[in-house]
């Protein structure tokens, strides 16, 4: 079997064309109609009784052991998932405790105690801002994509947000940087500016990946009643994607929150208080908190980068265990 | 997703508001309907005589034509899906389209409010006159046509909402939001349902029958008072009890609107329908379109048909 492509072709050039290539490679396909004619009479006696045949039991080899290599890896895919969250929970262990979430960190890195409070604010309030950027325009442009724009433009504009999707979020980081930092200061809001950058497409495709869900025959039943498109989209279309719309948002919310290539560059220097203004400076925020901390080559501040991942991961999964509620009670899966 | 003529129609969005009353002319442009102390929010605008048609049945008798659809063919791209329509639709009658599949008559109910104009690559040419107004005129807005032309499809298709929101919606947009209450229940009465959602109007359309949903997307759509009811195979997709209840309801809904069913059951047509229009296929001369075969009164249509395709159909030689 690996012979025959690699071997042929070449056979066929090393021939001069006029010296029977043609009348070579015509040989196997005469063979062909022979073998097949051959295992016509290899057919089983179709009255025998049902026990495996020719050969089935091969196939039913070749079948288990697929199977079995899926199932592997399957397993496997789910144990990584396992594995790191609990060697996160294990060494987050020492250091979780309430004051861990409502603290200050301790002012010398190397000291026990203290908590990731500002830490958790910050991400809260970077993120909320990316959000309120993101969202409204992502589901706009979802709706133009869907509703109103022509089948060229909306392939096109496709590409353009997969394009997006497809940054690397240290070159997001960059342009913010360059556009919102260099001469002035890192702030929450740069932070926020890029990480709404980073959400943009994600809202933008899954939204419109429900508005398509959205069955054509609800359109036309709006359209049919002699209301205007807008007035269609605003009351059929968007209440019936709502689900999916919340989906995507949580998602990408919970996307946004680990993301720490862009806030490097754009909120990495901060006080060790808490503070909330994302105009007036930069945001202690989790990601970048687990980043330097795990820097600092000191016990006490690993076991806080742990317990920071910790409350990462416990978020992430909670926001995508609210997704996955959300689209269940949407109006399009009843 | 715009047709390819639709570049000198007014929008179909809020600036329908703003551009209100430009040419008196043409009534389908928009016009503030307001619903009448009789309840009809839609009058016959000023009306075109039939145009010479040959009256030759009783049942037309006196009726004014509300369509009167002059040599229409309708193209998909390159394609003529039909060809040569001419034929008219009268007043408070309830007129059946019948014929075998793919034959257009989707097609052509669809033209009829403009529902294809969403196809990209929909054409259509000669023309459809509605109340002597050409539903196709550059100056008409397809959203005001399908505000006087409503429909209902062939799939019951109520939207996620509640049961009372899925009858106010229209109205609501439209302006009509005065007596909102009455004006749900006489459409849900209208239709034959309010008897047996009246005590839940507030749950989810989705949880009614089939049935109900279907007769709910009629109470949808004669909520907002329209002139005529286009309903394309509305039964096809019903169980026997529901298909009779939706029969039923046609005939007292044509005192009050003129109906257009499409229906692929030939029984259904002469259970229903006063006049009936039969399209077939043609292949001749290497086309495949549908044409207008024949068209007359159902008791003619079913008993002494003219064209000899219609008798093969009507006696189940084909289709």
Not at chain 1, 165 to 179: A, D, M, R
Not at chain 2, 75 to 84: C, H
Not at chain 2, 159 to 181: C, E, H, Q, T, V
Request: glycine share 8%.
């Amino acid at each position: 079997m690996m012979n025959d492509p690699v071997g042929r072709p070449q056979d066929v050039t090393d021939l001069p064309p006029e010296a029977g290539g043609s009348f070579e490679r015509s040989l196997p396909g005469v063979q062909e109609p022979d073998s097949s004619g051959m295992s016509a009479s290899d057919l089983p006696d179709l009255s025998g009784p049902l026990t495996p045949s020719g050969n089935l039991r091969r196939r039913q080899l070749v079948s288990r052991l697929f199977e079995a290599a899926q199932t592997a890896s399957a397993l496997l895919a789910v144990a990584v998932l396992g594995l790191v969250i609990y060697s996160v929970t294990a060494r987050a262990a020492s250091v979780l405790s309430l004051s861990f979430l409502t603290h200050d960190p301790p002012l010398v890195s190397g000291e026990s105690g203290g908590g990731i409070a500002p830490a958790i604010l910050g991400t809260i309030v970077i993120v909320a801002l990316a959000t309120v950027i993101a969202m409204p325009i992502g589901v706009l442009s979802a709706l133009y994509l869907t509703e109103f724009a022509s089948p060229w433009t909306a392939r096109a504009f496709r590409l353009v947000l997969d394009l997006l999707n497809g940054l690397p979020t240290i070159v997001v980081g960059l342009f913010v940087f360059g556009l919102l930092v260099v001469g002035h200061h890192q702030s929450g809001f740069a932070a926020s500016v890029a990480l709404a950058i980073i959400m943009l497409p994600l809202i933008a495709r899954a939204t419109q990946e429900t508005l398509l869900l959205v069955p054509a025959g609800m359109r036309e039943a709006a359209d049919a009643l002699g209301v205007s498109r807008w007035r269609t989209v605003r009351g059929v279309v968007l209440p019936a994607a709502r689900g999916g719309i919340l989906t995507a948002t949580v998602l990408s919310v919970a996307r946004a929150a680990g993301e720490t290539a862009p806030l490097i560059f754009l909120s990495s220097i901060y006080g060790n208080t808490i503070s909330l203004n994302p105009f007036s400076g930069a945001l202690p925020n989790i990601p970048v908190y687990i980043f330097t901390s795990s820097e600092a080559a000191e016990a006490n501040g690993f076991a806080r980068a742990w317990g920071a991942a910790f409350v990462l991961l416990a978020f992430i999964l909670f926001a995508n265990i609210v997704s996955r509620t959300l689209s269940r009670r949407s109006a399009l899966s009843r | 997703m715009r047709p390819p003529d639709s570049g000198d129609l007014p929008d179909d969005g809020a600036s329908s508001v703003r551009r209100r009353v430009r040419i008196h002319a043409a009534p389908l442009a928009h016009q503030a309907t307001q619903p009448a102390a009789n309840g009809r929010a839609v009058d016959a605008a000023p009306l075109v005589g039939p145009g010479g048609a040959i009256e030759r049945r009783a049942s037309t008798q006196g009726r004014e034509a509300i369509f009167d659809v002059k040599d229409v063919s309708i193209f998909y791209g390159s394609s003529e899906a039909v060809s040569g329509i001419n034929m008219q639709i009268h007043r408070n009658l309830v007129t059946a389209i019948i014929g075998p599949s793919g034959c257009g008559k989707t097609t052509f109910l669809r033209s009829l409010n403009r529902m294809n104009d969403s196809v990209p690559s929909f054409r259509i040419d000669g023309r459809i006159l509605y109340h002597g107004h050409d539903i196709y005129g550059s100056e008409v807005d397809r959203v005001e046509v399908r505000r006087r032309i409503g429909m209902v499809f062939q799939r019951p298709n109520p939207f996620p909402k509640s049961i009372y929101d899925n009858i106010a919606w229209a109205p609501r947009n439209l302006k009509m939001k005065d007596g909102l209450d009455e004006r749900v229940e006489r459409a849900l009465r209208s239709a034959a349902l309010w008897d047996e959602v009246k005590d839940r109007l507030n749950q989810s359309a989705l949880g009614l029958s089939g049935g109900q949903q279907q007769r709910l997307c009629i109470a949808r759509a004669i909520a907002i008072e329209p002139d005529v009811l286009l309903l394309d195979e509305p039964a096809s997709a019903l169980d026997p009890v529901a298909t009779a209840s939706i029969e039923e309801l046609m005939q007292t809904l044509k005192n009050r609107y003129t109906i257009v069913i499409v229906t692929h059951n030939m029984q259904q047509a002469a259970r229903v329908a006063e006049r009936t229009a039969f399209f077939s296929l043609d292949v001749s001369a290497g086309k495949r379109s549908g044409v207008l075969v024949e068209y007359d009164d159902t008791e003619v249509m079913f008993t002494q048909p003219a064209d000899r395709r219609t008798s093969d159909y009507v006696t189940g030689r084909f289709g």
